[in-house]
């Protein structure tokens, strides 16, 4: 089954979001299978946005995140990946639909409140480095029958 890596950065925390962000994916009918509250380190932060290491706000992006507490997640569902992408919306929240989470709650493209894994090598990746195997629960909701025919 497809799973992504979702964390709600420190201005979400902050904001007082976590509730609705987390709801979204969850009255969407994804199932959440890993979950932690963590205050996350520069080694941590560093490798998360290694891609983007030559950017000139790499340094910006590692800062904020270590910044605060952040909400790591691991969603499961058929199309998760694209999907959680599409419920949080473009990367500038200046221009992201409303409806989407950036859309609704953000204006700055520094202050985007989430992160989502953007396909399925960089979710394995993603979701391999914030979480350990032991820390994913496998489980069946009884609500998945009532989610797919
Ligand atoms: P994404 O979060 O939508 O996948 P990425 O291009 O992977 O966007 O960029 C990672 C993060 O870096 C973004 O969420 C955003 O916070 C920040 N970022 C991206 N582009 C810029 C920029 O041009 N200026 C400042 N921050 C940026
Ligand atoms: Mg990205």
Redesign the pocket.
Known sequence: MERTFLAIKPDGVQRGLVGEIIRRFETKGFTLVGLKFLQVSKELAEQH?D??RE?P?FP??VEFITSGPVVAMVWEGDGVIASARKI?G??NPLTAEPGTIRGDFGIN??R?LI??S?APETAQKEVSLWFTDAELVSWQPHLTPWLHE
């Open positions: 946005y891609v983007h950017r706000f910006s992006l949080i473009a990367t493209i520094g985007n992160h989502g953007d």
